[in-house]
Every structure is written in C-alpha cells, then in structure tokens.
C-alpha cells in the first residue's frame, strides 16, 4: 500500500521505516531542509542505533522517499500518518498544536476522494475530534476526509526495534468510521498477524492511551524518588527498600530505579499537558500530577545541593565534571535533559563546568557553549573538585575507578543514577554520594 508519514523526526523516521519493511511504499514528509537534505540522500537525521542502515536500506529499495511538498504527498497516497511535534507551549503547560493544525490543513485542502489521517503524535484529549471538524471545514467538495488517532509508544535508543514489534497499535476513530478501520488493518496486518494486539476506541480513549501511560510512569518514577528523598533525611537505603518493593508482585521492578528523574522531550511535556487538559475540563483529580512534576525536579536541585556541599559550600570558581548529557543512555537527544538542567544550574552559581558524553557533545556545543566539551570521559575529570555522574551510560559503570583517582583534585563522585559500583569506587578512595542514602560526610 502507499502510505505517507508526515514529521521525520525521533518519531516518523523510525516509523516510515517500519512502515516500509514491512512492504509499504512510503512517501516521508518534512519540512526542515536540514532534516529532509540528510533523508533524501538515504542518511539519517540525528544519532539513533540502526536508523542510519534502516533509512539507506529502504532508500536504496525504493520503498522509502522523501519531500517536502504536500501535493506530492496528496497525490502519492490517501493514507497519511502525521508525527509532526506537539510540544509545551511557551509559557503554559498546555501542548503547542500549530504544527498538527498546520500538517491536518495542508492534507486535508489537497484531498480528493477518500483520504483518512491518522495522528500519531501525542496530544491532548479532543485533540482529534477538532482536528477531524477542522479538517472538513479545509476538505474541498467532493472529498472525504476522516481523522483517526493512533498514538505511538517506541522509546528513543530502541526505537526501531520498537517501531517494527509494537507492544500494542491503539488506534481511535470516530463514529461510522468502518472503511477507515478496514484500511487500517490492512496497513498494520504483518505486525497484528505477528501477534500484535490492536485495540480499537474511540478518539478520546486513543488520544488518552497515551497520556495515561506517560503519566503512569512518571508517577512510578517520582514515587520511587519520594521514597529516596525520605531514605536521605532518615539514614535509609533506597536501593535495598526498591529490591525489597519489586518482590511484590502487586509492584514489580519496572521503573523503580531510583535517581535523577526523568526527561526528555515525551514525558515531562505530556504530564503538563494532561495537567492543563484537567483543568479545562473541570477534573482536579489530575492536578496531583503537579507533585509528580515538581519531585522530579527537585531531584535535580538535590543534585547541584549536593555537588556544593562536596565543593565546601560553594560552587563558585569551582570545577565540577559531568558525565552524561543526554536525556537517557542510547541517544545523542537533549531535549529536556535532566543532566543539562544540572549543568545549567552549576554554571549559574558560578562553578566552571566540563561534560563528556559519548554521543551528545555536538549538540551540546551548539545549544550550550559556556559548558566546556571534553571528548574523553577520563580526561573531562582533569582538575575538577568533583565528578557527576547524570547519564548512565555503561561506560561510565565499567569505568575503573582506581585508574581515575590520580585525574580530579579532589575524589568526590556524586553518582545520580545510582548505576556505579559503590564499593568499588569507595575501595578505590573516592568519597561516594548517591541519591537516596544518608550523606556521607
Ligand atoms: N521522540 C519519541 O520517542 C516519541 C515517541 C512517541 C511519541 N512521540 C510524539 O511524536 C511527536 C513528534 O515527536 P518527535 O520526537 O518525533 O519530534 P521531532 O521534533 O524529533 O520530529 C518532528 C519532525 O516534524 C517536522 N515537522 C514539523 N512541522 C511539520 C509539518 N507541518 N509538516 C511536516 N513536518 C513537520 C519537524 O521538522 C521534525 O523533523 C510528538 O507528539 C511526540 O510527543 C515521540
């Protein structure tokens, strides 16, 4: 079948891809010349495990093109998956819906005939029904536009593996929608054949599936955090109370680790979304999502508390060493980093700040130049007063601690994931602080 997938970005690459390994003829729209030179020439975009080969191999079959007009696409096909980004609008918590506004307009004027959209991007609750009235008020006369809401779940650093073996397809129609369901499962058929649950809803249901499951573990998170801030001021050990919680079968393991919180460009944006949709719709029972919001934050105000106090109470003219940039291991994306939040606040209370990362530097050097980029992770410890670990890439946990301790002035490791040896680095002389013990002194 041809389909088109409009935003190739995090999202609508890996999903274009998906799309065409699975047989489909894909037309990729995107409407940064940056973003679409790279895809065009079968390249990919950004720093993600298997894009690169996925994108030349399906660009090289033909299976996979791209443009950056939307008469090309109207006319290549009348299946459209829209990934386009729908993030925090400046200055509220809300979600900024231009670019879906904007990619639902474009498709629907150009229809002829029958021509279904299906929004893949997160949004807000009624997202979906507006974006099906506002594509009929665009839609010429004589075409039929309808608009479903499929939301996706792939994770960035596993997003391929992801997009080809779903945990679940969602997808939303409205009412009397039977010839778009059909389609549907047509597109999706080798991954439900494969055993892929489908469920079927409703727009709203569709549109909340997906903020349900962010908000959900968010909390998980941010209660495993809460427990952690309680371990801190009252001489408890987070590890041991989170092994002790995951042997309860009612709880279980996932998400319970203990550390820095979350980021990225999904989850924080969305709880604010979910929040700010709450409130419109007259349902405080979500406002408790603030809370959930605000621990993670404070997590990482523990941690520029807790490099000060390993700097004798003072950051200023202090050399503070990071490692890990990017908003989780796998992945050179900063958007909403927590380690980049943490750097933010070292360099405004005047310490200096060196960060190594094994895929992020580049961005970094463009979007925060008073941070000093250090290629090597042992060399970025030269002269500092102390090492952060905010990102947990398995490098850092392989590190050898014993080589490292001739490198900083002072051994002081303030490890905020929680994934370093603390024996080992504590054997090798360094004074360890983790999140969720009492302090060390
Ligand atoms: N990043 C993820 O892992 C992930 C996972 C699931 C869902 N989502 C959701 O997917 C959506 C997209 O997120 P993303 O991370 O892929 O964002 P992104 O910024 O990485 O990619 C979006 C792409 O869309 C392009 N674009 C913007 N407006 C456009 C338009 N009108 N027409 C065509 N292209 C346009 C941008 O240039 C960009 O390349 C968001 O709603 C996000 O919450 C993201």
Not at 219 to 243: P, Q, R, W, Y
Request: hydrophobic letters at 45%; one cysteine or more.
């Amino acid at each position: 079948m041809k389909v088109t997938v409009i935003g190739c970005g995090r999202l609508g690459a890996p999903y274009a891809c998906s799309l065409a390994a699975i047989g489909h003829e894909v037309l990729g729209v995107e409407v940064s010349p940056a973003v679409l030179g790279r895809l065009s020439q079968g390249l990919a975009p950004f720093d993600e495990r298997g894009l690169g080969e996925a994108v030349a191999e399906h660009h090289a079959s033909g299976l996979l093109r791209f443009t950056g007009s939307y008469e090309e696409a109207a006319a290549f096909a009348d299946v459209h998956f829209v990934c386009v980004p729908t993030p925090q609008q400046d200055g509220g918590l809300g979600a900024d819906l231009s670019a879906i506004e904007s990619a639902i307009t474009s498709l629907a004027s150009r229809a002829s005939g029958r021509c279904l959209i299906v929004g893949k991007s997160s949004v807000p609750v009624g997202t979906a029904a507006r974006m099906g009235r506002l594509a009929a008020d665009h839609a010429p006369d004589g075409a039929q536009v309808t608009v479903a809401w499929s939301p996706d779940f792939l994770r960035e650093s596993t997003s391929l593996e992801d997009a080809a073996r779903p945990t679940r397809i969602i997808v939303g129609l409205p009412t009397c929608a039977g010839q778009a369901e059909a389609t549907l499962r047509r597109v999706w058929a080798p991954w439900t054949e494969a055993g892929v649950p489908l469920v079927v809803a409703d727009l709203a249901t569709a549109e909340l599936a997906k903020s349900a499951a962010n908000a959900f573990l968010a909390t998980k998170v941010s209660f495993i955090n809460a427990m952690a801030a309680l371990c801190e001021a009252s001489g408890a050990d987070i590890h041991t109370l989170a092994e002790s919680l995951a042997h309860d079968p009612r709880i279980g393991s996932a998400m319970l680790d203990s550390g820095l919180g979350f980021g990225g460009s999904c989850i924080p944006k969305d709880i604010r979304a979910l929040i700010a949709r709450g409130r419109q719709l007259g349902v405080p029972e979500v406002g408790f999502l603030h809370q959930i919001d605000a621990i993670n934050i404070r997590r990482r105000r523990r941690v520029v508390a807790l490099a000060r106090q390993a700097c004798d109470g003072s950051l200023a003219g202090r050399r503070v060493a990071l490692w890990g940039a990017a908003f989780k291991p796998g992945t050179d994306d900063v958007r909403d980093s927590p380690a980049l939040a943490v750097a933010a606040d070292l360099h405004a209370a005047g310490a200096s700040v060196a960060i190594h990362d094994p895929r992020a530097l580049p961005t970094v050097r463009r979007q925060a130049p008073e941070l000093e980029c250090v290629d090597d992770f042992e060399r970025v410890l030269d002269g500092a007063d102390v090492l952060l670990h905010l990102t947990h890439w398995p490098q850092y946990a392989d590190a050898d601690p014993e080589l490292l301790i001739a490198k900083p002035a002072q051994y002081r490791l303030v490890d905020a994931r929680g994934t370093l040896d603390a024996r080992r680095w504590t054997d090798a002389g360094w004074v360890y602080q983790g999140l969720g013990y009492a302090l060390t002194s």
